[in-house]
C-alpha cells in the first residue's frame, strides 16, 4: 500500500507560480509511476503530468506544457509539480497518483491505483 498527502495548493493571481507537492508513505516509490491529475468543476478528472522512475520518462498534457514542470526528491520520497504562468482555466482539485503495475506512463485515470486527496488551486483572473 502507497499513502500520497498532496499539499501546497492555493488561491494565486494568473501569471504566478505555485508549487504542489505529493509525499508518498508505505512504500518507496523509485518503482512507481506517479502521476497529477486535475478535476475542475462539472469536468472529468484529465491527466496533467507523470514520470515513470523504471523508464526514466515524463509526460505533460499539451495544456500544461512549457508552464509545468515534474520533479522528485528521492530522499524524502516525494514529488513535485511546479507550475509557473498560471492560468484561471488552471483552477482545480489537484491529485498526485502511483501506478505500481507498468513502467510506461499512461494517462488514464484506470491505471493509477493510488490516490492522494486531492489540493485545491484557484487563479484568479
Known amino acids: 500500500q502507497v499513502q500520497l498527502v498532496e499539499s501546497g495548493g492555493g488561491l494565486v493571481q494568473a501569471g504566478g507560480s505555485l508549487r504542489l507537492s505529493c509525499a508518498a508513505s508505505?512504500?518507496?516509490?523509485?518503482?512507481?509511476?506517479m502521476g497529477w491529475f486535475r478535476q475542475a468543476p462539472g469536468k472529468e478528472r484529465e491527466f496533467v503530468s507523470a514520470?515513470?522512475?523504471?523508464?526514466?520518462?515524463?509526460e505533460y498534457a499539451d495544456s500544461v506544457k512549457g508552464r509545468f514542470t515534474i520533479s522528485k526528491d528521492n530522499a524524502k520520497n516525494t514529488f513535485y509539480l511546479q507550475m509557473n504562468s498560471l492560468k484561471p482555466e488552471d483552477t482545480a482539485v489537484y491529485y498526485c497518483?502511483?501506478?505500481?503495475?507498468?513502467?510506461?506512463?499512461?494517462?488514464?485515470?484506470?491505471?493509477?491505483?493510488?490516490w492522494g486527496q486531492g489540493t485545491q488551486v484557484t487563479v484568479s483572473s
Open positions: 497518483a502511483a501506478d505500481g503495475r507498468r513502467r510506461a506512463i499512461l494517462t488514464t485515470t484506470q491505471a493509477y491505483d493510488y
Open positions: 508505505g512504500r518507496t516509490i523509485t518503482s512507481y509511476v
Open positions: 514520470f515513470s522512475w523504471r523508464a526514466g520518462s515524463t
